[in-house]
């Protein structure tokens, strides 16, 4: 966060040629602002500010939160989902008071972010962009700034794990079904078959969030 006070100026010649200072975050006026997803999340411990000479305040706090998104999973394992992370202040009216910008183009966050993103996980991050706007709260209007965060799911380990099986156990099913098998043979393969289909049904049931309006197509099938 970066903001400006003009009451909070001075010379650095007449102060041994100090031109910033560390304070606490109580110290001064600083933006009340909050995100609107947020679930949970650890307050930082670093709650100090830097005072420049010419009034500009900065805060760089990390914060980590849980965040609400809403899922499409249609397409699962090969989905891309999109996840807002809206910044907003309801204290301070927009056109009179508070107006938050940013100060980087989301060409210049997306390589910031993607030296932060370290881990080699479930998600890749694919995409950044910015929305400002004026929210509209009892005929007042409040500023908030919308970061809307794509990322890609990896599906090699859905593939190896419950796709390339689903298919082996059809396949099987086939070639018993139209082989030169007994009845009775194809009837305990294909309970075999079945318990095998259902418990990678179970699997998949709990790998897979359960706030999409759309199940799978790998589950519908």
Known sequence: QEWQNPFATWDPRDFCNISEIVLPMDTYWSPP?????????????????????????????????????????????????????????????????????????????????QSFFLTDGEWKFT?????????????????????VISMERRPTLYILNLILPTCALYLLDMAVLFGPSSLEEKINFQIAIILGSSMLAVILNNSLPTSSNKPPIIGTH
């Not at 989902?81 to 938050?100: E, G, H, K, R």
């Open 127 to 147: 995409n950044l962009s910015i929305i400002e706007y004026i929210e509209r709260v009892d005929d007042k209007g409040f500023s908030v700034v919308t970061y």
């Open 33 to 113: 602002i909050f995100i609107l997803e947020r679930v949970n999340g650890q307050n930082p411990e670093l709650n100090y500010m830097v005072l420049m000479h010419n009034g500009s305040f900065n805060s760089a706090r990390p914060y980590q939160v849980t965040l609400t998104c809403s899922l499409i999973i249609l397409k699962f394992p090969f989905d891309t989902q999109m996840c807002n992370l809206s910044i907003a202040s309801f204290l301070y009216p927009a056109v009179t008071d508070f107006v938050m910008k940013t100060r980087r183009t989301p060409p210049e966050i997306i390589k910031e972010s």
